[in-house]
């Protein structure tokens, strides 16, 4: 039996994802259309007959008269015309029942194309909660297509559209309507013939905008909240760190005991579980970065954000809709990267992009750790605060003005000065679903694991052998990797790196350090000829880096990590995201450039004033 | 007037969206968003710094539109 092909349409913001999640649970692929960033998820379903049903989420568009990417993408697939697209055999529109005016324009757009379709009048609890009305048979006669309640929010609240699919899937045909050519007005016409509402908004939202979006307490609610999540994603993740680096580890030691000794044991230990435990050691972080995120996203405060700071954003030369993907950035850039899709401006989403991996992620804090607590006294300034804690957040705020600086500095090479545009929807706020929210979470774990093992594994097998051939020769006195590729390359690099005060030791580390930044502090261990666990290289380090460098060298190495792009994956999502090598390109140069800049600077004031 | 004028909680209907260029994106987006005469229109909240962005009530959906977008919107204000 053939699979009967559904395509889900709708606005944006009309709960077709929750619908599309209610229909499928977690029976989903994600992925993305050939050659374009835009994402495609495909679900199926069974229906109590047996029949099995086949459903695309298609992007959310407000016309189809395309402006975006998604848009065009959400066109040509209802059109049938995409390359390596199935035609779907039914089209499904959603429209947001407490949102008919807009929403039923696009209904009609869509009607226009002579698919067979059917309506999902969703979030109808909603609905009726405000007391509105609609007369269901009425709009069905007006709009000439089946029309079914629906609430993707609760279990159950799709019974009857699946139900409505099982029925009709197959006799479905086109029914002919006239679409006027002034849309807005025949949406005028048939909400006065099928809709009756009391009042425009919910008067919950009016309440609680006036509130939120107030100028002085809507910032310091904002400012309130960020804390918070920063707060309990740094405290509550280092349990679960600790456990995952230990897992690995423990792991890693029994595979290699396993194995004899000799280059296969140094690849497995060294290079893949070094590796894939470096990275791994972040999923909890991001994973309660995500759970704040999505919530907020869910229960509509996170468009509220935007559009506080879209003025501030604008300037800097980004735009409120940066707000979302430049937080995510702080756990990781790599979804943070990924989350400028939701950025309709291409130039905007491109400048958020570049200045992504200037927000401090979480990788560069073991080398903060090192540093600051190798150089920097743990002295109370100002009678209040500690300077280590003061250096850190000097470190994070030159990531948020370097990165401010560099938008701006964009702006003002682009040559299309033509205008951007906001026209943001905020959409009512709701209760965050459970079951919404752990799919997300779900989702976005997948995408980071499959991603970044796939990458880090390649990388880091590649560094692996670069540190440790050639092996040294008999009788050497050098640690080995001395004698290998990356210690000769670091020994070349010794002279670049001369001006800012890097040494050869740190010149070599930083070889390694490409894979991910954390690397670099036990790739120091290695190149001081320290073997142990992290914690042990980490806390002797401490003592032999301290006694051999400048404070100066110290204080470059900061300003270096603050901007330089150390990490293989960050380029590599730029790439995939952007399909341009120059794009990565011109990213790799103008952070390793902002890099040395703000080491050299660093090290030469340093360097005179001690 | 234009929308960018309108003060907080005031309302006022849409006489039409005028394009700053001959092929305006922005207009034209506006104007498929229910932006179009006849529709009463209400500014709801107003950014924190220069009262930049907009956030504009029409129909029962809000809309955030920075200053230079609510320009292109004539209003007159309801009786």
């Known amino acids: ?610 | 007037m234009n929308l960018s004028q309108l003060s907080p909680f005031t309302p006022a209907v849409i006489d039409e969206v005028e394009s700053v260029s001959g092929n305006d994106p922005i207009a034209k987006r506006l104007r498929e968003l229910g932006f179009v005469n006849g529709e009463p229109v209400r500014i709801v909240a107003r950014g924190p710094l220069g009262a930049d962005p907009l956030l504009v009530q029409i129909g029962f959906t809000r809309f955030a539109l920075r200053r230079a977008e609510a320009q292109r919107v004539r209003i007159h204000l309801a009786d």
């Open chain 1, 1 to 610: 039996m053939s699979h009967s092909l559904i395509a889900l349409v709708g606005n944006p913001n009309c709960g077709k994802t929750a619908l599309f999640n209610q229909l499928t649970g977690s029976r989903q692929k994600v992925a993305n259309y050939a050659g374009v960033t835009v994402e495609r998820k495909e679900g199926r379903f069974t229906a109590p007959s047996g029949r099995v049903f086949n459903l695309l989420d298609l992007p959310g568009a407000y016309s189809l008269d395309a402006t975006s990417p998604d848009e065009v993408i959400t066109r040509d697939i209802c059109l049938g015309r995409m390359p390596g697209e199935a035609e779907p055999d039914l089209i499904v529109c959603v429209a947001d029942a407490t949102n008919l005016r807009l929403h039923l324009r696009f209904v009609l757009e869509v009607k226009r194309l002579g698919r067979p379709m059917v309506l999902a009048l969703n979030m109808m609890d909603a609905a009726r909660k405000r007391g509105i009305r609609i007369d269901r048979e009425e709009l069905e006669r007006q709009l000439g297509m089946d029309v079914i309640e629906t609430v993707a929010i609760r279990t159950g609240g799709a019974k009857a559209l699946i139900e409505h699919l099982d029925r009709t899937v197959d006799t479905q045909a086109a029914r002919p309507a006239a679409i006027e050519d002034d849309v807005h007005a025949q949406v005028r016409r048939i909400l006065a013939a099928a809709v009756a509402m009391p009042r425009a908004t919910s008067a919950i939202d009016d309440r609680i905008d006036r509130v939120l979006l107030h100028p002085v307490f809507g910032l310091a609610i904002l400012a309130v909240v960020m804390f918070f999540m920063f707060q309990a994603v740094f405290s509550w993740a280092q349990p679960l760190m600790d456990g995952i680096a230990n897992g690995v580890t423990a792991v890693g030691a029994w595979v290699t005991a396993m194995l004899p000794d000799g280059l296969l044991r140094s690849l497995v230990g060294d290079g893949i579980f070094a590796g894939l435990g470096s990275v791994l050691v972040f999923l909890p972080q991001i994973l309660i970065l995500f759970l704040f995120i999505l919530v907020l996203e869910e229960s509509g405060y996170l468009p509220r954000a935007a559009f506080l700071l879209d003025r501030i954003m604008f300037k800097a030369g980004l735009t409120g809709r940066s707000f979302i993907p430049l937080l995510s950035s702080f756990a990781c850039a790599i979804p943070g990267i990924m989350a400028t899709r939701s950025i309709q401006d291409p130039r905007d989403r491109l400048t958020t992009i570049l200045v992504a991996p200037l927000m401090t992620c979480s990788a560069r804090l073991p080398v903060y750790t090192l540093l600051i607590a190798a150089f920097i006294p743990a002295r109370t300034v100002w009678g209040l605060f500690n300077l280590q804690g003061v250096v850190l957040f000097v470190l994070y705020v030159a990531g948020i003005v370097g990165a401010f600086a560099v938008a701006s500095f964009i702006r003002f090479l682009r040559k299309d000065k033509s205008e951007h545009a906001l026209l943001m929807e905020l959409p009512s706020y709701r209760m965050p679903s459970v079951r919404n929210v752990a799919i997300g979470l779900w989702e976005r774990a997948l995408i980071f694991l499959r991603r970044v093992t796939t990458i880090i594994l390649s990388v880091t097998i590649i560094l692996w052998f670069l540190s440790t051939f050639p092996s040294p020769p008999a009788g050497a006195t050098l640690p080995p990797i001395d004698y290998s590729f990356a210690g000769r390359l670091g020994h070349l690099l010794e002279h670049l790196f001369a001006p800012i005060g890097f040494n050869w030791q740190i010149s070599v580390a930083l070889i390694p350090g490409m894979a991910a930044r954390e690397v670099a502090v036990s790739a120091l261990g290695t190149v001081y000829a320290m073997s142990g666990t992290e914690d042990a290289v980490a806390a002797q380090l401490g003592h032999t880096i301290a006694a051999q460098w400048s404070l100066a060298t110290a204080l470059s190495l900061l300003a270096w990590y603050v901007f330089a792009p150390q990490c293989m994956s960050t380029l590599a999502v730029i790439r995939r995201e952007t399909n341009s090598r120059r794009t990565v390109a011109v990213a790799a140069g103008y952070l390793f450039g902002l890099a040395y800049l703000a080491a050299l600077v660093t090290y030469q004031i340093a360097r005179v004033l001690s």
